[in-house]
Structure formats: structure tokens, C-alpha cells
């Protein structure tokens, strides 16, 4: 019999003796020169218009570099549908969306900031059981999600807030259930699943001289995470891809990448060829090298 070079073998993870004797870096651990800390504001209520956002007196703030808000921000991603804004946009759709956020020399100078942002709001339904945000009148979540881009046979119902619909059918179900010794029906309820991160989540990222962008994220998806700053940033990036030490992936995309999308607003297509141009890329490392500025949440 064959012998398998991994199925059926004891192997060692890349990264177990590091992780074991403590040497690995964690996110936390990481610290650049000329290091810049975010902290993010989140709304007050999961659903609600955004009326008016007031940053004058955190921009006075001691160590204040920059105030951020999602006004005029028409960038969007999501790798299946690009549903989401880095920033909330004259409306909030969840507790834990980003109405502003404060950029400073130090966490403590965020943090303390982030207190005199003033955000007025006109709050909206608030849906925690999907059939009531199914109902015929329900306020709609995202007003016109039948424009966002999405893959290829994925959409949301215009008019609705169905984000997608999805049939599955197998063999006869009325014959199956005929046939049953035994039906059992019921309605189950079960939690919000997460993966057990063992690190704050996070990330800090690097905009390079040369046009380039380094990001270190606690995240288990770095070609995800490339592809979406690349779109947001406007950044084109050839088709191939190389892997080195200090990168965990260099520039590169595929036919259904978002780095691919049409611009916000643009009827839902599939994506287009690759762009062309030079190859200034983001990337996702796994460790650093050296740095000028960069945010952490």
C-alpha cells in the first residue's frame, strides 16, 4: 500500500516550537516606529438614521493626529457580497459598527477622546429574530442591497432584507417523510458561533513610501484581507503570487476577487479581468520589519 506523504502521518506545525517555548509574536507584541492607536466609537443602538456627528472638541484633544467619520466614504467589501462599510454612512446597521474614530499618539489619548465625539441619532427597529425582519413591513436594513456587488449567483431580493437565498434539494422529501417510522419537528435555537482566538483581535497596518501596504491582522484569512485593502485603497495587483518570510502573500488576485469589483453603486456584475498597471501590492505579513505609521484597535 501507497504511503502517504501527510495523509495518515504525524506532523509538526510550523509554528508549534515557537508557540510552546513562547517566542512567537502575537499582535500585541508588535511595535513600529512612529506607531499610531485607534480607538473605535460604536453606536448606542444597533439600528438608527446617523443625524449629525460633532468631532470638534475631540479633535482638541491632547495627542489627537486625525478624527475620522464615514462621511463621503464610498468604499465597501465583503468577500461574497460587499455589504460593508469600514465606517457607518448616515446609518448604523449593528452594535457593533464604527460611527468615528480617533486617531492618536497614544491609547490612553484615543480612548479619552473618543468621549467628546457628540452623536445624534434617530433610532430604528431593532430585528434580533429574522422573521420580523422578513415581515412585509419591516424597515428595510440596507436600503438597496440588490445593488452591492456580489458572486455569481448570490444576491439579496430587492424591496426585502433577504441578503441571499439558497435551495437545496435532495432526492424526495414528501416519499421520505412517508416512509419515516418517525417525524420529529421542532424549532432550534442555537448561539452565534466564533473561533477561540487566544489574542485580542486587531490590526496594524503600514503605508509604505513606495506605494505599498503592510498589514499584520489576528485573523486566519491574509489573502481576504489583501484583496479588500487593495480595493480600498485603489491599489492594482497582478495575477501571480509569491510567498516569502516577511510576506505572507504578495500582490495578486483572482477573477472573483473583490480587489475586482465595480465601483459602489455599479449594477452587480461578474468581476472583470485583472487590472493592469504597476505592481504596488498589499500584503499581509506575518511579523515585522521596519515601520513609519500605523493603527491598532
Known sequence: ?????????????????????????????????????AAILHPETAHADILSIDTAEAEKMPGVVKVVTGRDCKTLYGDNISDISPMAVKKVRHIGDHVAAVIAQTKRQATEALAKIKVEYKPLPVYTDARAALAPDAVLIHD?????????????VPGTNIANTYRLKKGDVEKGFAEADVVVEGEFVYPHGSCAAI??????????????????????????????????????SPWSASASPKSAAASATSPTSPSNRPSPGSPPTS???????????????????????????
Not at 21 to 33: A, N, T
Not at 144 to 156: K, R, V
Not at 214 to 233: E, N, T
Request: hydrophobic residues 35%.
Open 1 to 37: 500500500m501507497a504511503k502517504f506523504k501527510y495523509i495518515g502521518q504525524s506532523l509538526t506545525r510550523p509554528d508549534a516550537i515557537q508557540k510552546a517555548i513562547g517566542k512567537v509574536q502575537y499582535l500585541d507584541d508588535i511595535r513600529l516606529p512612529g506607531l499610531l492607536h
Open 271 to 297: 468581476p472583470g479581468a485583472p487590472s493592469s498597471g504597476s505592481p504596488p501590492a498589499a500584503k499581509t505579513s506575518p511579523a515585522p520589519s521596519s515601520g513609519t505609521a500605523s493603527a491598532t484597535r
Open 199 to 236: 489574542e485580542p483581535h486587531g490590526a496594524i497596518v503600514r503605508f509604505n513610501e513606495d506605494g505599498t501596504i503592510d498589514a499584520w491582522s489576528s485573523s486566519i484569512c491574509p489573502f481576504i484581507i489583501r484583496d479588500d485593502l487593495a480595493h480600498a485603497y485603489h491599489i492594482p
Open 144 to 156: 438597496h442591497a440588490e445593488n452591492y456587488w456580489h458572486l455569481p449567483g448570490m444576491g439579496a
